[in-house]
């Protein structure tokens, strides 16, 4: 029993010392690169999984957009204001602006002037309302130019009383001389005194003098 034991003990001794060396056998080169590259490959992947920790997701930088240069200075509105609705009134158009024509220069030197001399009947005579009536008017020239049959004397303002608006020189006018017109009028029918006012003109349609009738009606 005793050499039984003995040699159980021996075995068992041995068979660990087998595995002992058995464990201990240098592996081949194939399985030596083998472990190699799976070493290599497993330190790639823990690199980058700690990188990708390390560093967030780069987010793409867009491209700067570029705003044209304008040189055309913006056109400003002008307000418009609605006369109606602000101050409750209609608002006229602008009328249209007739250039008026220069009046003709004298020459240095030239006078031109007429004057009123007399009216028959006398202004302020009392005539019957709606009559007929002449009147005689004596017109002089006071200046140093002889007038011609282009000049008249024409009804300016006032009541014409039916009377023509426009009378030329009879003749040729002298300075120092006077023209003698006879107009006819027609009495108005409302009682009252009435004015109507008349000027002297030249050939060039410049007024040289002025003058009126006056008279009462009843």
Known sequence: MRNYRKAAIIFVNMLFVLLLITGCTKPSKEEQD?????????????????????????????????????????TIAQPTFDMTAIYGITQSPVPDLTQVAATPTMAAGVKERADWARSVPADGTLIDGGAKFTVQVTIINNGNTTWT??????????????????????????????????????????????????????????????????????
């Open 149 to 218: 049959t282009e000049y008249y004397i024409q009804h300016v303002d006032g009541p014409k009383m039916g009377a023509k608006t426009k009378w030329f020189m009879p003749a040729e006018i002298s300075p120092s001389k006077a023209a003698i017109f006879e107009i006819e009028f027609t009495g108005p029918t409302e009682p009252g005194t009435y004015r109507s006012n008349w000027a002297v003109y030249n050939a060039n349609n410049v007024v040289i003098g002025n003058f009126y009738f006056e008279y009462m009606f009843d």
């Open 34 to 74: 083998n472990i190699i590259s799976t070493s290599v490959v497993e330190t790639l992947n823990v690199g980058r999984t700690r990188t990708a920790i390390a560093r967030p997701t780069d987010t793409p930088i867009p491209s700067p957009t570029m705003v044209p240069t304008s040189t055309q200075v913006p």
